[in-house]
């Protein structure tokens, strides 16, 4: 079984609806995070959480909200999916080790479209 | 802004050689990683190397580290049709609590 699993894999969706994309976790690390990813954009970071009662925006939050649920839990609304929200969304895990080291351990992903 | 970026955003090459990739960001770091991803697939972590370190190696990856020109490569020797995907430099910002990535070169090993 996948250590980080995204669910649902791929989902299309239109314009104004409420989405929500989940992400789950088997390696009991305290971080979570919430990337997309765009063609020649690479990674930007939407949001990220150091535990259960902590949540910090990253440089892409607007259109989007969090809820952690559990340290094993964090899911990704969109609240009004917007076409330009169209991308490969990937949560992530990471245990901190000091000194900003942590290795990030992805899941395979969910494809969101926005018609 | 973007804080890393790569270089070349595309490569191909024949098997058995050698592949170059080069990293270049903008703020101080204190690690910088290297991440593979497969196509549409999560990434996976393959090296990082501190930013008081020069060169690090790990099986055929061989990866330096220029603080000085902000800059990092990764080099992967004999490489195999296996080693077909994206590669991503990740930077650990001093002062900061998360990773800024590049925008990835799309290696292809032609068997």
């Known amino acids: 079984d996948a250590d980080v699993t995204q669910t649902p894999r791929n989902r299309i969706t239109k314009t104004g609806k409420r989405i929500m994309l989940e992400c789950s976790q088997t390696k009991g690390h305290d971080r979570m995070y919430w990337y997309r990813q765009d063609p020649g954009l690479g990674l930007r970071l939407i949001y990220y959480s150091f535990d259960v009662k902590d949540i910090n925006k990253g440089e892409i939050s607007d259109g989007y909200s969090v809820s952690r649920q559990a340290q094993a839990k964090f899911s990704l609304s969109l609240e009004s999916a917007i076409p330009n929200q169209t991308a490969l969304y990937f949560c992530?895990?990471?245990?901190?080790?000091?000194?900003?080291?942590?290795?990030?351990?992805f899941g395979s992903g969910t494809q969101l479209s926005v018609l | 802004s973007q804080q890393g970026e790569e270089d070349p955003q595309a490569l191909s090459i024949q098997e058995g050689e050698n592949a170059t990739m080069n990293c270049s960001y903008k703020t101080s770091i204190n690690n910088l990683q290297w991440y593979r991803q497969n196509s549409g697939r999560g990434l996976v972590h393959l090296i990082l190397i501190r930013s008081n370190e020069r060169e690090k190696h790990s099986g055929r990856l061989r990866v330096t580290l220029d603080t000085s020109k902000k800059s990092s490569s990764l080099l992967i020797t004999a490489s195999r049709a296996a080693d077909t995907a994206s590669y991503f430099c990740?930077?650990?910002?001093?002062?900061?609590?998360?990773?800024?990535f590049g925008t990835g070169t799309r290696l292809t090993v032609i068997p």
């Open positions: 990740a930077g650990g910002q001093t002062g900061a609590n998360n990773l800024f």
């Open positions: 992530a895990t990471s245990d901190p080790v000091g000194r900003g080291e942590e290795k990030l351990f």
